[in-house]
C-alpha cells in the first residue's frame, strides 16, 4: 500500500513542443541601419525582440504554475512528469501591446498568431505504454493531472486506477468527449475541464450569445447531450466534476450535486474579447494547477459551494490580470506573478471576507424537468415573452449569495413582501445619492450612463451597439442602418441609442456622431421628409454621421395611422430620395425610428395577424411589412409605470421580482438626475428618496427629471421634503402615494431600520 502521507503528484500530458518568437516592429530609420536590400529607409519590418523561448507544452506551463507556488504554499510534493503520443510541434509569435491600465514596461507581451501541427484533432487515441521503468512515477500518487492536447486522450484508465487507489484526477483537454473511460474509473474523484469552444454542439448559438443565461444554459445542455457522455440518465446527475471556462469573465460549475457560476463584474459575454490585446495561452493550465494546490492542502477534491466561491473569485482575478497585462519579457517570455492565496482551506468559508450576497455569483437550480425545460427555453434562439421571463427568472431562482449567512436590516427586508422590496432598493438609492456606493453590489451592465440589472434590458441594447459599431466602421454602406426603438412616453428611447453612440465614439479621435430629432406629427406632408433628409446629406458632407430620431413615426396622416411610412422606403433600401423625381444619395448615417402610438414591437407585428381582409389590403397599401423588414435592430424599452397589483401583501415572489426592477430602473433615473440638477447636496433624505422612489410618474422619466429639475435646488448641504416641488406644481407630473410612505416609514421605525438608513 501507498503512504499516502508522502504528497506525490503525476502529471501527464502531450508531447508537445512550444516555439514562442517575441517579435517587434521597428522603423528602419529608427533602427539605423538596412538590415536587406530591397527595403525603403522608412518602411516598417519586424524583428525578433529577444530569445525564443521552448517549451514542452502545456505540460511544462501546468508544472511552472506548480512549481511557482507550491514552495509557497507548504507543500512538497514529489511531482513526475510523463509525456506520450506523437511529438507535435507549436509557433506562437507573441508581440507588445498597449495594456489596459498601468503596469511595468516588461509586461504588455500576448501572443498574436499560433501556427499549429498538420492534421487537427487525432481521431484514435494516443497511447502510454506502462512500464518498468515509469511504472514507480505512475503509481501511489495522491493526484494525476492529464494536459491533453490531441483532443483523443489515452484509454487507459482503468489501469491508472489500480496503480492509484485513492488519487483524485484533474484533466485539462482540447475536447469535452472521449474522457467516458476516465470518468467511469475515477467518478466523483474526477474533475474535467473544458473551454467554452469546446462545445461544438452549440457553438454557433453560443457565438451569437449576448447574455450568461443563455451562454451557461447552451453549455449545460451541450454536457448533458449523449457525445459527450458524461450524464447519466438513470440517476438524472452528471458523473463526474466539470470546470468550463471562459477566459477572462466566466467560470462554471457543474457537478453531480450542484451547479454554479461566477461572472466578472459588469462584464457580458463578447465573442473575441481574449483578442482585443492578443491572447495570453496560459490562461487555461492556471486552473488545473490552482486546483491541484487545493486538492493537495485538503487531501481531496474540495467541490463544495464555499469552496467554487472562493475558488471563482480568485480564478477571474487571476485571469483578468493575465488579460489585461500578458506575458513578462526580460530576456525571455516569462510568466507573472499572480495570487494562488486559498482563504477557505484555512478555516474561512467566504472568500476575502465577503459579508454580503455577492451579485455576480449563482447556484443553479437542482437537475430536474422543470430545469430542464428551462435550459431549453433560456438557450433557445427566440425572443419571446416565454424566454424573456425564462432568462429573468433563470439566475434568479436561487438568491444569488456567497453561502455565508446575512443578517440585519437587509435580511429583515427581504421577510416583508412589497414593503421590504421598497426597502432595499430605498437602501441602494439612498447609498448610492449620498455616498456613491447605493449600486456597487447590485448584478449591474452598464453602457454608458445607461445602467439596468435587467439582461432583458440588456441584450438588445448590447446588439444595437454591435450592429452599430459594424455599421460605422465597414469601408461602404449602401444605405442607411434603420433601428426601430418602442416604449412608453418617457422610458428612454432616445437615451438608449445617444449612449451606445456616445459608447461607440469613444473609439474615435473625434466624436463622429451628429444627432437631429423630428417629430412627424409636427409634419404637414410627405415632401417634409425630404427637407429633414437634406440636413441629414449635410451632415454627411460634412464628414459625419448622422443619427436621425423620427419621432412618432406610426402617427396618423392622409387619415391612415402609419401613413408616413411608404415614404421613407426609398431612402431605407436603396439610400437616395427623391426630389421632384431626382434621385439624391444620403451616405452613412443612422435612422431611428422612435414609436408613438405603439409601445412594443409586439404591438406592431399583430397588424400583419388582423383576420380582417380590409386590414390586411390596408396593411400591405400602407407598406407596413415592407417598412418593417427594412428594420436591422428593434429595442422594446419597458417603461417605470409600478402596477397596481404589486403593491399588495399578496404579490408572488414573481411579481416582486417584478416591482424590484421597476423601482431600480426608477433608482438609477433618480440617481443620474440628482447628479444633473443637485450636484451640490451633500445628503438627500430617505424620506424624499421614498416620495421620488414610489410617487405615480404621468410621463415616465421624463416627469422624473421635471420634478427634481423643477424643486428648490439652491446650493444646500441638505434635501428633504421642504425642497421638493409643491403639490400644485408637482401634479403636472406626479402624485404622490402618501398612505404607502406613511406604511413604509411605520415598518422602517418598528424593524429599527430608521437609524441604520
Not at 513526475?80 to 501591446?97: E, H, M
Not at 457580458?268 to 490585446?277: D, E, F, I, Q
Not at 432568462?391 to 455565508?404: E, G, H, V
Not at 451640490?680 to 422612489?693: F, M
Amino acid at each position: 500500500m501507498p503512504d499516502w502521507k508522502k504528497k506525490k503528484i503525476l502529471l501527464m500530458g502531450s508531447r508537445v513542443t512550444i516555439t514562442n518568437m517575441p517579435i517587434k516592429e521597428v522603423n528602419l530609420i529608427a533602427q539605423g541601419s538596412l538590415p536587406a536590400y530591397g527595403y525603403d529607409p522608412g518602411d516598417f519590418i519586424e524583428l525578433m525582440a529577444g530569445k525564443v523561448t521552448i517549451e514542452e507544452g502545456r505540460l511544462e506551463q501546468c508544472l511552472t504554475w506548480l512549481s511557482s507556488y507550491l514552495t509557497a504554499s507548504g507543500l512538497n510534493p514529489r511531482i513526475s512528469t510523463l509525456n506520450y503520443g506523437v511529438r507535435r510541434d507549436v509557433f506562437q509569435i507573441f508581440k507588445k501591446r498597449s495594456s489596459q491600465g498601468p503596469v511595468e514596461n516588461d509586461h504588455g507581451w500576448f501572443m498574436v498568431q499560433q501556427i499549429l501541427p498538420p492534421g487537427g484533432r487525432s481521431t484514435e487515441p494516443d497511447h502510454i505504454e506502462i512500464t518498468n521503468d515509469n511504472k514507480s512515477a505512475l503509481e501511489a500518487n495522491n493526484g494525476i493531472v492529464i494536459i491533453d492536447d490531441g483532443g483523443n486522450p489515452p484509454r487507459l484508465a482503468g489501469e491508472i486506477k489500480e496503480l492509484n487507489p485513492g488519487a483524485w484526477a484533474i484533466a485539462l483537454g482540447i475536447s469535452a468527449a472521449h474522457w467516458q473511460g476516465w470518468v467511469e474509473s475515477f467518478k466523483e474523484n474526477f474533475i474535467l475541464i473544458c473551454r467554452l469552444s469546446d462545445l461544438e454542439t452549440t457553438r454557433m448559438e453560443m457565438d451569437s450569445s449576448i447574455l450568461w443565461e443563455s451562454t451557461v444554459a447552451m453549455a449545460v445542455r451541450a454536457l448533458k447531450s449523449p457525445e459527450v457522455g458524461l450524464w447519466d440518465e438513470r440517476s438524472n446527475r452528471f458523473k463526474c466534476h466539470i470546470m468550463v471556462e471562459m477566459f477572462p469573465d466566466g467560470i462554471l460549475y457543474i457537478g453531480p450535486e450542484t451547479a454554479m457560476f461566477r461572472h466578472w463584474e459588469g462584464a457580458l459575454p463578447g465573442v473575441g474579447s481574449r483578442n482585443t490585446y492578443g491572447s495570453v495561452p496560459c490562461y487555461d493550465t492556471l486552473l488545473p494547477a490552482m486546483l491541484s494546490i487545493d486538492c493537495l492542502r485538503i487531501g481531496g477534491i474540495p467541490l463544495d459551494s464555499n469552496y467554487f466561491f472562493d475558488l471563482s473569485k480568485r480564478v477571474l482575478l487571476n485571469w483578468h490580470q493575465l488579460h489585461q497585462h500578458g506575458y513578462y519579457f526580460t530576456d525571455g517570455l516569462e510568466f507573472p506573478n499572480l495570487d494562488f492565496s486559498s482563504t477557505y482551506p484555512t478555516g474561512v468559508p467566504c472568500s476575502f471576507l465577503n459579508t454580503y450576497d455577492d451579485p455576480c455569483f449563482f447556484v443553479l437550480p437542482p437537475f430536474t424537468p422543470h430545469l430542464e425545460h428551462m435550459l431549453e427555453i433560456v438557450s433557445s434562439q427566440s425572443w419571446c415573452k416565454d424566454r424573456k421571463q425564462a432568462i429573468r427568472s433563470f439566475f434568479r431562482a436561487n438568491t444569488p449569495a456567497n453561502q455565508c449567512e446575512t443578517t440585519g436590516p437587509a435580511a429583515t427586508a427581504r421577510d416583508l413582501g412589497y414593503i421590504g422590496v421598497i426597502l432595499s432598493v430605498l437602501k441602494h438609492l439612498k447609498e448610492e445619492v449620498n455616498r456613491k456606493a447605493g449600486f456597487k453590489y447590485l448584478r449591474l451592465f452598464q453602457v454608458g450612463a445607461l445602467r439596468t440589472t435587467d439582461p432583458v434590458e440588456i441584450e438588445p441594447v448590447m446588439a444595437l451597439q454591435r450592429v452599430m459599431d459594424s455599421y460605422v466602421t465597414k469601408e461602404h454602406v449602401k444605405r442607411p442602418l434603420c433601428v426601430g426603438v418602442f416604449g412608453p412616453p418617457g422610458s428612454g428611447k432616445s437615451f438608449a441609442v445617444e449612449e451606445v453612440a456616445r459608447v461607440i465614439s469613444k473609439r474615435f479621435d473625434r466624436n463622429p456622431f451628429e444627432f437631429f430629432q423630428f417629430n412627424l406629427t409636427q409634419f404637414s406632408g410627405p415632401e417634409e421628409i425630404n427637407s429633414a433628409i437634406d440636413l441629414v446629406r449635410a451632415s454627411v458632407a460634412k464628414g459625419r454621421i448622422p443619427i436621425t430620431f423620427w419621432d412618432e413615426f406610426d402617427c396618423r396622416y392622409d387619415g391612415f395611422e402609419f401613413g408616413y411610412l411608404r415614404y421613407f422606403l426609398p431612402s431605407m433600401q436603396d439610400g437616395v430620395t427623391y426630389v421632384n423625381g431626382i434621385p439624391r444619395h444620403i451616405g452613412r448615417s443612422i435612422f431611428v425610428f422612435a414609436g408613438g402610438v405603439k409601445e412594443s414591437w409586439d404591438d406592431m407585428t399583430a397588424l400583419l395577424q388582423q383576420p380582417s381582409d380590409q386590414i390586411d389590403r390596408m396593411v400591405k397599401t400602407l407598406k407596413i411589412p415592407d417598412f418593417m423588414s427594412r428594420l436591422r435592430v428593434v429595442l422594446d424599452i419597458e417603461g417605470i409605470k409600478i402596477p397596481e397589483e404589486l403593491l399588495r401583501d399578496s404579490t408572488s415572489g414573481e411579481d416582486l421580482e417584478t416591482l424590484r426592477m421597476i423601482l431600480l430602473k426608477r433608482a438609477f433615473i433618480i440617481a443620474h438626475q440628482m447628479d444633473n440638477h443637485w450636484p451640490k447636496a451633500a445628503r438627500k433624505t430617505s424620506g424624499l428618496l421614498l416620495r421620488l422612489l414610489i410617487a405615480r410618474y404621468k410621463f415616465g422619466a421624463r416627469s422624473i427629471e421635471a420634478v427634481i429639475e423643477s424643486s428648490h435646488a439652491a446650493d444646500r448641504l441638505v434635501y428633504g421634503l421642504p425642497e421638493l416641488i409643491a403639490p400644485p406644481a408637482a401634479r403636472i407630473h406626479a402624485e404622490w402615494r402618501i398612505d404607502l410612505e406613511r406604511r413604509v416609514d411605520q415598518i422602517r421605525k418598528e424593524f429599527g431600520l430608521r437609524g441604520v438608513w
